[in-house]
């Protein structure tokens, strides 16, 4: 069966140090990719998406950077963070012929 | 641009009501729609979802969901709530193109009490 593996769960960070959040994908090939973020739980706001290695796509201009350097890993990252950045960010992939999302525990960060 | 609206922030019932979640979806071609559940600092769990075939949907938990397509509508519901089915729900549309992008609403919040 597809397992995703979303870490780490809770991160602190200061305004201006980077970021690094990893996603892997188990049972699956060739995945569709998502990263979302989640502000005040509710409405989820997708960032970044991935239809295979390399091609990474924007939803919106940001501070923020997503890589794909192997087929069922995707890696959300960012050079200097801001306050805004918080927020609740969940990855996630597709079946493209099924088409539910199947989602991440979620990563938590805060900037202070 | 497709687009879907959950015009409720938050739905109340007593356990062994009958409930609905509210969806409306707007769409160019055929709407893929879908319903997922999400409990406090958890991801977003699939429940059910809408691509062709019976208007009625049934998915996990006892929920189903009915797709109306004069009405642009896919409101989710379930016969007799639990209060373990308090959680945020969300409608989504999904773009058949375009790497298959799921559009989410704002969410509901559903509370159940005893």
């Known amino acids: 069966s597809q397992t995703i593996h979303q870490w780490p769960a809770t991160l602190v960070q200061p305004v201006g140090s980077p970021l690094s959040l990893e996603c892997t994908v188990e049972?699956?090939?060739?995945?569709?990719l998502y990263w979302y973020r989640q502000a005040a739980g509710r409405g989820l706001q997708l960032l970044f998406y991935?239809?295979?290695?390399?091609?990474i796509s924007s939803e919106v201009p940001q501070n923020l950077s997503a890589s794909r350097p192997q087929d069922r890993q995707f890696i959300l990252s960012s050079k200097k963070l801001l306050l805004s950045d918080s927020g609740f960010y969940l990855c996630a992939w597709s079946d493209y012929y099924t088409g539910e999302l199947f989602f991440g525990e979620g990563s938590r960060l805060t900037v202070l | 641009a497709q687009s879907v609206a959950q015009p409720e922030d938050q739905v109340n019932v007593a356990e062994g009501n009958p409930l609905t979640v509210k969806c409306t979806y707007s769409v160019s071609g055929n709407p893929y729609l879908f319903w997922y559940v999400q409990y406090p600092n958890r991801g977003l769990q699939f429940l059910l979802k809408y691509i062709t075939g019976d208007n009625l949907v049934k998915g996990s938990y006892g929920f189903e969901a009915e797709f109306n397509k004069s009405q642009t509508s896919f409101h989710l519901k379930k016969p007799s709530a639990l209060v373990s089915d308090s959680a945020l729900y969300f409608c989504?549309?999904?773009?058949?193109?375009?790497?298959?992008?799921?559009?989410f609403g704002d969410g509901t919040t559903l509370t159940v009490k005893p």
């Open positions: 991935s239809v295979g290695i390399g091609q």
């Open positions: 989504a549309v999904r773009d058949t193109a375009n790497a298959g992008k799921s559009t």
């Open positions: 049972g699956t090939s060739n995945p569709n």
